[in-house]
Each structure stands twice: as structure tokens, then as C-alpha cells.
């Protein structure tokens, strides 16, 4: 069959909810479908373990890089995804859990080399400017596949049955494949560069050790998410916590979904308007801020507020939260492309995705302890302090010669 032509907008959009899905099945859902079936809050912070993938991503990612094409390891890791939320679907009603996290194991590494796949496609396919054009489109693409999987995915499994939402997701991940099988383009790049030398990964590490303000860099990539990492770790066991699991599909799909893009589309605005420069800091001081809005959720729930208004006041701190992390992803999204070196741009792109989820596997390793033993209300306002740092040494970080 002939490779299809679509527009630029629709496989930028396709590709990265196609990123955006496998991540909540695997590092969101889990939580809440553990939770609901038992699990204490201890269990649930040691699930962050599975987000090791994408800490270490770019152990492989030179290797992803140059060997093969990338429109390939796309399509093929796509495929692997499915097979793995196949198998996680047949698993889950057994009364042994260790196959449900092997197979979702298995679903974090191939999502993981599916990630370093798409953003270096993005960044072949598309010149600088259309990168950057096309930006508000890729947040908001991702934010609907998070949303996607916490809304509709999570509705089926706690109305119906886990093992229904993980084969509706099953069934999500290979409509994507058969579409991106036929319908991706095949980048300039990868058709003259396919099967050259694979890049060492030392040379990629070294190049990324090199950069101007290392340590502002080092520290940025670190906090930046610490933060929201460790809300959507207890966000979802809080709510079904609070009796109202049964409503977070519809508050992920009617609340987050709308919020998410209001969000992705302001984030583009600001940074274009006022620059990354002086928009990166408020930007980060707002994405952080509504953890404090779900301690004080959570302090009013722990204090026997009036429950009338917990479903509306979720619904507006959920809303709040989730135009904020819009923001923040878009400009997330462009300081990561900032720091990536011509010639690594998948390896660079990977090594700071990476640094950023091995904050996010250490702090939530341990952020089902800390919650399960200063309750909610506390853990969300440590878990604001913890992101400030990236603030403070923006600017150091965004301070890079320009790439050519």
C-alpha cells in the first residue's frame, strides 16, 4: 500500500498523543486501578519504579538515532506497545499483580523508545521556526492523550472493568499503528542518513556535559516536573480516597481536556509575546502553585468540609491545574529543543527527558511513605517547594549559544 499523504498538523498531532497514551497507562492509570482494588499508598509510590524507562532512555537513544529510521522505531514500538497492553488486559484479574507489572514493565520500555523516536522525527521532519510554530499543537496533542487515558480509560475501568479500559486502550494503540504504518511522512534526513554509523554514546553524553551553566542546567531539568510528578502520583488515589472515583473520567474529559487546551494555546501565546526569557518564571511559579490548591482540597476533605462542595471545588482546582500544566509543557517543550545540539538532537532531547523522569522515579519512590504518613495536605505543599529550584536558575539555563 502507498504511503498516504497527510498534513503536517495531523501526524504531529497523531504521533504525540500516540506518546501521550502509553505514558498514562502506564504511570498514571496504575495508581488509581491499584488503589481502587486495595493497594495502600506505600504500594502506589513504589509504582513510580516503572517510570525507570524513560530515566534511562538515553542510554539507547544514539542508538535509535542512527540506526535504522526513526519513522521505523516509531512504527514498530507502537506495535510492541499494543502487544504489551494486550497481554496487561489478559493479566489483570489474576490475583497475582506480578504479571500486570511485567507487562506494563515491558509497555514503559517500549514507550520509552517510542518517545526518543518521536521527538527526534519531530525535530527532522520540521525546520526550527515550523518546530516552534507547531509547538501549542504537539502540548496539546500529548495533554489529550493524558487526558484521554485518565478520563476515558479510567471511566471504563471504574465503572465496567480494568480489564475492559486496558483493552479499550489496546485497541487505541493499534489504530494509531495501522495509521502511522501508512500515513507518516519519511523525512529528508532519514532517507539519505538511514543506516549510518551508530553515534557513541559517549560522545553525545560528553557533548551534553559541555553546555554553558551545566549545573542551572542540571538543576532545571531535575525540579522542573518534580512537582507535578509527585501530584499526579496521589491525585488520583486522593480522589478515590474522597469517594468520588467514579467521577474522574468525566472531570478529566468535560474539566482537563478544555483546560489542557486553553492552556497549551496560552503557553504558545505568552512565550511568543513576551518572550521565554521573561515569561519562563511566572510560567513555572503558576504551574507549581496549584499543588497548593489541592492541599487545601485536601485539607477541607480531611477536615470534614461540606460535601456539597468537593465535587465542584475538585472539578475548579482540577481545571486550574490542568491549564497550568498546558502552560508549563509548552514551555518545557521548547528549553528541552534549546539545549539539544544539531547533531545529537535525539540523544540531547532524550538525556533531558530523562534527567527530568529520574527526578520523578526518586521523589515518587518515596512520596507514597511520605504521604501515607503526613497525609495529603502536607505532601502537596512539600511537593511545591520541591519544584521552586527550577525557577531560580532559569535563566542560567536558557543562556546557550544559538545552534545553527
Same mark, same amino acid.
Given at each position: 500500500?502507498? +504511503?498516504?499523504?497527510?498534513?503536517?498538523?495531523?501526524?504531529?498531532?497523531?504521533?504525540?498523543?500516540?506518546?501521550?497514551?502509553? =505514558?498514562?497507562?502506564?504511570?498514571?492509570?496504575?495508581?488509581?486501578? =491499584?488503589?481502587?482494588?486495595?493497594?495502600?499508598?506505600?504500594?502506589?509510590?513504589?509504582?513510580?519504579?516503572?517510570?525507570? /524507562?524513560?530515566?534511562?532512555?538515553?542510554?539507547?537513544?544514539?542508538?535509535?538515532?542512527?540506526?535504522?529510521?526513526?519513522?521505523?522505531?516509531?512504527?514498530?514500538?507502537?506495535?510492541?506497545?499494543?502487544?504489551?497492553?494486550?497481554?496487561?488486559?489478559?493479566?489483570?484479574?489474576?490475583?497475582?499483580?506480578?504479571?500486570?507489572?511485567?507487562?506494563?514493565?515491558?509497555?514503559?520500555?517500549?514507550?520509552?523508545?517510542?518517545?526518543? #523516536?518521536?521527538?527526534?522525527?519531530?525535530?527532522?521532519?520540521?525546520? #526550527?521556526?515550523?518546530?516552534?510554530?507547531?509547538?501549542?499543537?504537539?502540548?496539546?496533542?500529548?495533554?489529550?492523550?493524558?487526558?484521554?487515558?485518565?478520563?476515558?480509560?479510567?471511566?471504563?475501568?471504574?465503572?465496567?472493568?480494568?480489564?475492559?479500559?486496558?483493552?479499550?486502550?489496546?485497541?487505541?494503540?493499534?489504530?494509531?499503528?495501522?495509521?502511522?504504518?501508512?500515513?507518516?511522512?519519511?523525512?529528508?534526513?532519514?532517507?539519505?542518513?538511514?543506516?549510518? /554509523?551508530?553515534?557513541?554514546?559517549?560522545?553525545?553524553?560528553?557533548?551534553?556535559?559541555?553546555?554553558?551553566?551545566?549545573?542551572?542546567?542540571?538543576?532545571?531539568?531535575?525540579?522542573?516536573? #518534580?512537582?507535578?510528578?509527585?501530584?499526579?502520583?496521589?491525585?488520583?488515589?486522593?480522589?478515590?480516597?474522597?469517594?468520588?472515583?467514579?467521577?474522574?473520567?468525566?472531570?478529566?474529559?468535560?474539566?482537563?481536556?478544555?483546560?489542557?487546551?486553553?492552556?497549551?494555546?496560552?503557553?504558545?501565546?505568552?512565550?511568543?509575546?513576551?518572550?521565554?526569557?521573561?515569561?519562563?518564571?511566572?510560567?513555572?511559579?503558576?504551574?507549581?502553585?496549584?499543588?497548593?490548591?489541592?492541599?487545601?482540597?485536601?485539607?477541607?476533605?480531611?477536615?470534614?468540609?461540606?460535601?456539597?462542595?468537593?465535587?465542584?471545588?475538585?472539578?475548579?482546582?482540577?481545571?486550574?491545574?490542568?491549564?497550568?500544566?498546558?502552560?508549563?509543557?509548552?514551555?518545557?517543550?521548547?528549553?528541552?529543543?534549546?539545549?539539544?545540539?544539531?547533531?545529537?538532537?535525539?540523544?540531547?532531547?532524550?538525556?533531558?527527558?530523562?534527567?527530568?523522569?529520574?527526578?520523578?522515579?526518586?521523589?515518587?519512590? =518515596?512520596?507514597?511513605?511520605?504521604?501515607? +504518613?503526613?497525609?495529603?495536605?502536607?505532601?502537596?505543599?512539600?511537593?511545591?517547594?520541591?519544584?521552586?529550584?527550577?525557577?531560580?536558575?532559569?535563566?542560567?539555563?536558557?543562556?546557550?549559544?544559538?545552534?545553527?
Amino acid at each position: 500500500m502507498k +504511503n498516504l499523504s497527510v498534513n503536517r498538523a495531523v501526524w504531529v498531532f497523531t504521533t504525540y498523543f500516540a506518546e501521550g497514551l502509553p =505514558f498514562s497507562l502506564v504511570a498514571i492509570l496504575p495508581s488509581i486501578m =491499584f488503589r481502587d482494588t486495595g493497594a495502600d499508598l506505600a504500594t502506589i509510590g513504589f509504582l513510580s519504579l516503572l517510570n525507570i /524507562p524513560w530515566v534511562v532512555k538515553f542510554l539507547w537513544a544514539p542508538y535509535v538515532d542512527s540506526h535504522s529510521t526513526l519513522r521505523k522505531w516509531i512504527c514498530s514500538t507502537e506495535l510492541a506497545i499494543t502487544a504489551a497492553m494486550a497481554m496487561v488486559t489478559l493479566s489483570v484479574l489474576a490475583d497475582n499483580r506480578s504479571p500486570v507489572l511485567l507487562f506494563l514493565a515491558l509497555g514503559a520500555l517500549f514507550s520509552a523508545t517510542h518517545d526518543i #523516536a518521536v521527538d527526534g522525527f519531530y525535530m527532522d521532519a520540521l525546520d #526550527a521556526e515550523s518546530q516552534k510554530k507547531q509547538i501549542g499543537f504537539r502540548v496539546l496533542a500529548y495533554r489529550l492523550a493524558l487526558a484521554a487515558g485518565s478520563g476515558i480509560i479510567v471511566t471504563i475501568g471504574t465503572v465496567y472493568s480494568w480489564r475492559c479500559a486496558y483493552a479499550t486502550a489496546t485497541f487505541f494503540m493499534l489504530a494509531i499503528y495501522i495509521f502511522h504504518r501508512f500515513a507518516l511522512p519519511h523525512p529528508v534526513r532519514e532517507k539519505k542518513e538511514a543506516g549510518s /554509523p551508530v553515534i557513541p554514546f559517549r560522545d553525545a553524553f560528553v557533548a551534553y556535559l559541555k553546555k554553558r551553566n551545566l549545573v542551572h542546567v542540571l538543576i532545571f531539568v531535575i525540579f522542573m516536573r #518534580a512537582g507535578e510528578y509527585l501530584l499526579g502520583l496521589m491525585k488520583g488515589p486522593m480522589l478515590v480516597d474522597m469517594g468520588i472515583k467514579v467521577h474522574i473520567g468525566w472531570l478529566s474529559a468535560g474539566v482537563s481536556i478544555p483546560a489542557s487546551i486553553l492552556g497549551a494555546m496560552a503557553g504558545g501565546f505568552v512565550i511568543s509575546k513576551y518572550t521565554i526569557e521573561r515569561s519562563g518564571v511566572p510560567v513555572i511559579i503558576f504551574q507549581n502553585l496549584t499543588n497548593l490548591l489541592y492541599a487545601w482540597l485536601a485539607f477541607n476533605y480531611a477536615a470534614g468540609g461540606p460535601a456539597h462542595i468537593v465535587l465542584p471545588a475538585t472539578a475548579a482546582v482540577i481545571g486550574v491545574e490542568s491549564f497550568s500544566s498546558g502552560m508549563g509543557t509548552a514551555l518545557l517543550m521548547i528549553v528541552l529543543m534549546k539545549l539539544c545540539d544539531k547533531e545529537f538532537k535525539s540523544s540531547h532531547y532524550a538525556i533531558g527527558s530523562g534527567l527530568m523522569a529520574l527526578s520523578g522515579a526518586i521523589f515518587n519512590t =518515596f512520596g507514597g511513605v511520605v504521604a501515607q +504518613n503526613i497525609g495529603y495536605t502536607w505532601f502537596y505543599v512539600i511537593s511545591f517547594a520541591i519544584a521552586m529550584p527550577a525557577a531560580f536558575v532559569f535563566r542560567k539555563t536558557i543562556d546557550q549559544p544559538v545552534k545553527s
